[in-house]
């Protein structure tokens, strides 16, 4: 694999054997704090050709909607941030 930057590391040409096994060390590894891991790659059978995994903040659900493939973050995230904006007149 190859670290594109701090932390961010790609491999174009990962089997799914090998993804499966990062995947799972990565869960086992993953303590819950202010951070997050996106793991991405190329399927064919999906919308956009792309399947997405996450683990962390802020969380998120993956949906499709006419062929794309959207992020949606729970509503209580949207109500703390406009009732901390509301307050700060």
Sequence with gaps: MLEVGPGVYTSPS???????????????????SDSSIVMVWTDNQLPGGQAVRTLGVP???????????????????????DSVEDTSD
């Excluded at 993804?19 to 869960?27: F, I, K, Q, S």
């Excluded at 794309?68 to 941030?81: E, K, M, P, T």
């Design 14 to 32: 990962m089997s799914v054997a090998v993804r499966e096994r990062v995947w799972n060390v990565l869960t086992e590894w993953f303590q819950l």
């Design 59 to 81: 969380p998120i659900d993956l949906v499709e909607l006419d062929g794309i493939v959207l992020a949606r973050r729970d509503g209580q995230d949207r109500a703390n941030r």
